[in-house]
């Protein structure tokens, strides 16, 4: 995979890349948009195929829960994946699942010895699953949990170790992490090694106010990059 720029695919970019074909580095793909077995996506997305690298980003896994993982869903990962070939293949550190129940949002882990096992063993099954190395990427966190153990970045860096996955930094979500917990963006990017990133994301994100006054960054990808993200981007592309 070059180091450049690529984007998040979207159905609306569908005609313009076809059509103008910009000159990107990779094209990133939510799996769980792709699942079924035809249909205009997949037309689409063939189509682009012949003209992009892709890397395949799931949201469904949930590798932090506490439940296996859906053999089910990996089967339909792993078609996928034999099906597109995608140079990149990366998931969440976040449950989104319990008791066979889906829960529809990337809910957060305590960064606990068990937790940590539990994350392993899920990575090992992916990506023995897939046949694949896969790439974690770290949460925006709302709250912290009082049996935490560790830190985020020893958590990440300990899984990715044990397990020979590699990372998936999303910046903005460290930038938000550090605002509503009081915690230091920089500190945490540094204590990041860079042979460990495989990909960066960069994102928007909105700024709400409690009821109680506090203010709350929210990850929701609806708005540009922030200057202070661009910052700290910068800064971690010099020291990777």
């Known amino acids: 995979m070059p180091a450049r720029a690529g984007i998040g695919l979207k159905p609306t970019h569908y005609g313009e890349l076809l059509d103008k074909r910009p000159s990107l580095a990779f094209l990133e793909v939510h799996t769980e948009n792709y699942m079924g077995a035809g249909g205009p996506p997949h037309r689409y997305l063939e189509a682009l195929a012949d003209i992009y690298p892709l890397s395949f980003h799931g949201v469904g896994a949930s590798l932090g829960g506490a439940d296996p993982l859906d053999p089910a869903h990996l089967a339909r990962w792993r078609e996928l994946v034999d099906r597109y070939e995608p140079a990149l293949i990366s998931e969440h550190v976040a449950w989104s699942g319990h008791a066979g129940h889906a829960l529809h949002d990337l809910l957060p882990v305590p960064y606990t010895t068990e ?126």
Do not use: K
């Open 115 to 240: 937790a940590l096992q539990l994350l392993c063993e899920h990575i090992d099954t992916m990506q023995s699953a897939l046949d694949r190395q896969i790439l974690i990427e770290n949460p925006s966190r709302y709250l912290d949990f009082l049996q935490s153990e560790m830190t985020e970045t020893e958590f990440l860096v300990e899984a990715a170790r044990r397990t020979g996955c590699r990372l998936l930094l999303d910046i903005n979500n460290v930038y938000v992490s550090a605002c509503n917990q009081d915690e230091d963006a920089h500190d945490y990017l540094n204590e990041i090694p860079g042979e460990l990133v495989a990909e960066i994301h960069l994102a928007g994100h909105a700024i709400r106010t409690t009821d109680s006054g506090h203010e709350l960054r929210i990850d929701d990808h609806g708005s540009r990059v922030c200057a202070d993200v661009w910052r700290l981007y910068g800064e971690t592309i010099e020291r990777i």
